[in-house]
C-alpha cells in the first residue's frame, strides 16, 4: 500500500490520519509495516481522508 507515502505528503501523523480518517492509530501502523491486511471500509475511509481514490491507495511502490 501507498498509505505511508500519501500520509507523509499530507505532513500527517498517524495520529492526524487516524483522526481525520476514523481509523484506529493502531491499524494505520500495523497496515504501514504490512502487519495486516486492509479491509474494504478501512481502505475507503483511508483513501478519503487522503484525497485519493481507493485504487490508488492500494497500488504497490516499486522500490527498485
Avoid: F
Avoid at 14 to 42: F, H, M, N, Y
Avoid at 46 to 62: F, S, T, Y
Amino acid at each position: 500500500m501507498r498509505l505511508r507515502k500519501l500520509r507523509k505528503e499530507h505532513a500527517w501523523s498517524q495520529r492526524d490520519l487516524a483522526r481525520e480518517s476514523g481509523v484506529a492509530q493502531d491499524t494505520i501502523t500495523r497496515l504501514e509495516t504490512r502487519q495486516r491486511e486492509a479491509q474494504p471500509r478501512t481502505v475507503r475511509r483511508l483513501a478519503e481522508a487522503l484525497g485519493v481514490e481507493p485504487r490508488d491507495l492500494m497500488k504497490v511502490e516499486n522500490n527498485g
